[in-house]
């Protein structure tokens, strides 16, 4: 049995945990989703507050910094939030304890490392600067931050300097983004980024594409890869036949968490 200290201690981890996917969270949404009264809330969040984890502002709280950047990166954080939760949730178990893993640039796969446990101790390679943040809160786990140029759009770092960072490194996991998705492969928005992916790609022994339904009915210019260079594909809808019949092709896996 969980004691009370416990128990606070796991509210208060999910409330942060809220905050990284949203820049700002009501007490009434805290005690509809945490099953505790308003009181107790308030005192998780004042708690939190204490501790410098949190601002209190009126009716709820909201992070001491922002974990999105731009407010571009925080309007499509909070866009299909609770499907882009559910493909985290299901990531996590390609996520090895001690192991290596590498996050791409994107929302979905933010959303992966905002589910990490609080006592992860593995490595994190990234060049996605909110994840770098992110990671600020993980005093066990070690970050290598990949340099380059800042694309704003994206929030992250690219350019030759970035695919030079990734020479002699190696992950147990890369959990990879994308733009669009269709029977042909897997693309993304600008041309510039897709050396970084690729590099990316080629330095993860596993490659795991994260991407909500959405992504399955949109369009980029460029095409990154085809699904020989993905071992699984976690998404929340199942894709239509054409690419599921291309995946099945691929022997890639996927898994669907509705």
Known sequence: MKSSRDSARARQDQILRQ???????SVSELVQQLGVSDMTVRRDLKNLSNRGEVNIVHGGASLPHSAHG???FSRRARRLSEAKHKIAVAAQEYIPDRGVI???AGTTAFAVVNEL??????????????????MLSFPNASVLGLGGELLIESQALVGPRTVEGLAGLKADTLFLGAAAIDAAGIYVTTDIERPVKK????????????ADHEKFNGSA????VDFSAVDV???DA??????????KAAGTDVIVCA
């Open 19 to 25: 905050l990284r996917s949203s820049p700002f969270v």
């Open 70 to 72: 731009t407010a571009d």
């Open 102 to 104: 590498a996050i791409d």
């Open 117 to 134: 446990s609080a006592d992860f101790r593995g490595t994190v390679i990234t060049h996605s600067i909110p994840v770098l943040q992110h």
């Open 199 to 210: 590099a990316l790609i080629e330095s993860a022994s596993l490659v795991v594409l994260v």
């Open 221 to 224: 210019a460029v095409r990154l």
């Open 233 to 235: 594909v976690i998404t």
């Open 238 to 247: 199942a894709p239509g036949p054409d690419v599921d019949n291309r995946l």
